[in-house]
């Protein structure tokens, strides 16, 4: 039973390039939560998602980001032209009911470094 | 003022020591995690809580909803339990974290 996977662990863009980062839940979870972690700072909800629907997106920035959750493959959170102050690790975490009082289970993160 | 407190922000300890890290938070929830960041990065999760306490091993964690607190013990710390440790209050859609608490054990 593989738990949360996260892919790739780690990414390196230049700015203005994109980054796509891949989240695929643990078996039987519809619910996917992205978080973000500044250097030096605590973790921060991004958005909420269930296949094919965005839930709560109320931590995301309103450009440049976005994310999906199609009905088959893994959730996406994709960042177009990223900038020095997108480097941060990205979590992704899964759970099988809805909000915030069912257990997630993380994944390993992705390590995103803009150059 | 952040909606989930953590104390203390960092804590040193000598191995076998009795370890507590408090949360209090001011917003509603459906209930409260505690979760522990490796040095390498990786997050798991340690416990969810709505009322009472519970206990694994020698990790024990409380809440008194009423006061809005919750506290993670650490019984017989060992070394290997040095990492950072994270409350988050889960509201009907989200989890909000507390800034993460540094634990150090030294042998």
Not at chain 1, 22 to 28: D, E, F, L, N, W
Not at chain 1, 72 to 83: D, H
Not at chain 2, 2 to 10: F, K
Request: charge should be positive; include cysteine.
């Amino acid at each position: 039973n593989a738990g949360v996977m996260q892919n790739p662990r780690h990414l390196v863009r230049r700015r203005g390039q994109e980054a796509r980062l891949r989240c695929s839940p643990m078996k039987g979870h519809s619910h996917v939560y992205w978080y973000r972690q500044l250097p030096e700072e605590g973790l921060k909800f991004m958005v909420y998602l269930q296949k094919e629907n965005i839930i709560d997106e109320s931590g995301m920035p309103k450009e440049r980001f976005s994310a999906e959750f199609p009905k088959e493959g893994p959730s996406i959170l994709r960042i177009q032209q990223v900038v020095r102050g997108d480097s941060a690790a990205y979590f992704c975490a899964s759970s099988t009911r809805t909000g915030g009082g069912d257990e997630q289970f993380f994944g390993p993160g992705t390590r995103l470094t803009v150059l | 003022k952040n909606e989930v407190e953590q104390s203390p922000q960092n804590l040193t300890a000598q191995e076998g020591e009795f370890i507590t890290i408090n949360c209090s938070y001011s917003v509603g929830i459906s209930a409260l995690h505690w979760l522990q960041q490796h040095p390498g990065g990786g997050i798991v999760s340690l416990f969810m809580l709505s009322s009472g306490k519970k206990k694994h091993g020698r990790l024990i964690a409380t809440i008194n909803i009423q006061e809005k607190h919750s506290s993670l013990h650490i019984t017989a710390s060992h070394p290997r339990d040095s990492a950072v440790y994270i409350c988050a209050a889960a509201g009907a859609q989200k989890l909000v974290f507390g800034q993460g608490t540094r634990l150090t054990i030294n042998p």
